[in-house]
């Protein structure tokens, strides 16, 4: 199906925060757009507002009648819905296009210059930063994003005008492997999905695979520590970055009175006195990343600063909900020992005299069983460690899998108990804290309005 054929768009998974940025691609468009999610949300009902029409129980005779029609619709699913999940059943059964959101996502970059961020963790906050250096710029971009951008309120940024598409490359399910990226960044390379790869080295082979991907004429960024080594086609540009090292890094990096600032180094034209707009010591690293692809499609110097330092980050990533002399609290996504880790090394970088606690809600059985002495190390890095249950997302229970694995194996200086999701807001109720994050992929986050309320009434 040509994207010229479609006349209406139905979502499998319309909640998810990457499905409804293709969704309100359609919608800009002028298309009927509907879907089924299994629970309402802000987004949803944000979706709502702006014309998808959602329904939230697993029901055919749900799905609206334009959204029937096998030769001018286009189903989309997200491969966290059941193979055996009745809408998809009846779609699968009546003959109807159905693509993975990666599918459509790589049919943009065959179209579109599509500028890509792979990696273990770290792509959403890469990928929402060079939209912005990008869009800010004058060149813009296009932009389908895996979390809220602060800057824009959404995950998706539509222009009129510029070839230019960013996308956050997902490796879960080999997603990524439909896209054709003119240019990619690639974060890290850790281990992870191994209820869908089965051993590292199934893993490292799908991110160099990923690299072949890359169109002639165009760049693969990457991490100069990855232990994945690359497999780019002829024509390809290699660059290697991090902090302190290669191609792209940062010098004379200063951290003071909440502020960061560094110098950007470059192949190409280095720039001075870059001040991070979201001043957390791992955006350096991810920002000389972002800037790196900004400007090697053409963003200047003074577009490169300008963007960083307006920079606002993105929902639920190393997200500042409070932060005064009393009491600093935060909501951050990392659900990956790596990303833990980087996260606890922040806030104590940040707050090196204060009392840093962190409530964590482990997300999938299978990662917890893959990597809960992983867990351990990186929480113990805290000062204190408080443990909920695991958050199960698409997976059943796996016996003798839970929070204790982790729990268990926390170093034994750390400060630790295991508590039960709904009694957080009673524990938070019944302590003070100095600094509090609440971590994890699950849905623990909804309650950090909750628990920021009660903060403040302390």
């Given at each position: ?5 479609i006349?209406s768009?139905y ?21 009927i ?13 944000t979706?709502e507002?702006?014309g998808?029409?959602?329904h939230?129980e ?6 609206p009648a ?7 619709t286009?189903v989309v699913y997200t ?11 009846y ?27 792979a ?5 959403t906050?890469?990928?929402?930063m060079?939209a ?8 813009d971009?296009n932009?389908?994003?895996g979390?809220i ?30 896209l ?6 690639i ?6 999905h191994?209820d ?22 165009g760049?693969l960024?990457?991490h100069k ?5 690359p ?7 290699t ?7 290669g ?5 004379n990096i200063?951290?003071?009175?909440g502020t ?8 190409i034209?280095?720039?001075k006195?870059?001040e ?5 010591p ?31 980050g993105v929902?639920?990533?190393f ?13 951050d996504?990392a659900?990956?020992p ?19 606690t962190?409530?964590f ?13 992983e867990f ?14 695991i ?5 059943e229970?796996?016996?003798g ?8 194996n ?11 999701k709904d ?12 600094v ?23």
């Amino acid at each position: 199906m040509e994207l010229k054929d479609i006349k209406s768009v139905y979502f499998v998974g319309a909640g998810g925060i990457g499905m409804s940025a293709i969704a309100r691609y359609f919608l800009h468009k002028g298309l009927i757009v509907a879907g089924y999610d299994k629970t309402p949300s802000e987004l949803t009902h944000t979706l709502e507002k702006e014309g998808m029409n959602i329904h939230y129980e697993e029901n055919v005779e749900l799905i609206p009648a334009a959204c029937k029609e096998p030769s001018s619709t286009l189903v989309v699913y997200t491969p966290a819905i059941p193979a055996k999940h009745a809408e998809l059943v009846y779609f699968r059964e009546n003959g109807f296009e159905i693509q993975k959101r990666a599918q459509v996502l790589g049919t943009l970059t065959r179209t579109h210059k599509g500028l890509c961020f792979a990696g273990t963790h770290g792509k959403t906050t890469t990928s929402s930063m060079c939209a912005h250096l990008m869009h800010q710029s004058h060149l813009d971009c296009n932009a389908f994003l895996g979390g809220i951008s602060k800057n824009y309120g959404t995950n998706y940024i539509l222009s009129d005008h510029s070839d230019f598409v960013v996308i956050e490359a997902d490796e879960f399910d080999r997603s990524f492997h439909w896209l054709r990226p003119w240019m990619t960044v690639i974060t890290s390379t850790d281990p992870d999905h191994l209820d869908i790869y089965g051993t590292k080295e199934a893993y490292l082979e799908s991110f160099r695979h990923y690299t072949e991907l890359i169109k002639k004429g165009g760049a693969l960024i990457i991490h100069k520590d990855l232990e994945m080594k690359p497999n780019v086609q002829e024509g390809v540009r290699t660059y290697e970055y991090s902090r302190d090292e290669g191609d792209f890094h940062a010098e004379n990096i200063r951290i003071a009175n909440g502020t960061i600032t560094f110098d950007f180094v470059s192949p190409i034209e280095n720039v001075k006195d870059v001040e991070l707009g979201q001043p957390i010591p791992i955006n350096i690293e991810n920002g000389i990343s972002a800037m790196a692809m900004a400007q090697l499609n053409g963003c200047t110097a003074e577009e490169l600063r300008n963007g960083m330092k307006t920079y606002g980050g993105v929902d639920r990533r190393f997200d500042f909900k409070i932060k005064n002399d009393r009491h600093v609290f935060l909501s951050d996504y990392a659900h990956h020992p790596k990303e833990i880790l980087q996260s606890a090394k922040s806030l104590k970088e940040l707050y090196a005299d204060k009392k840093v606690t962190v409530i964590f809600q482990p997300h999938l059985y299978t990662r917890t069983r893959d990597f809960y002495k992983e867990f351990a190390d990186a929480l113990s890095h805290f000062d204190e460690v408080v443990l909920t249950e695991i958050y199960p997302a698409r997976e059943e229970p796996i016996p003798g899998v839970t929070s204790k694995l982790i729990y268990d194996n926390l170093r034994p200086d750390v400060k630790k108990q295991m508590i039960q999701k709904d009694d957080v807001l009673n524990f938070v109720e019944s302590r003070d804290f100095d600094v509090l994050v609440v971590l994890g992929a699950g849905n623990l986050d909804n309650y950090v309005p909750q628990i920021a309320e009660i903060l403040n009434k302390k």
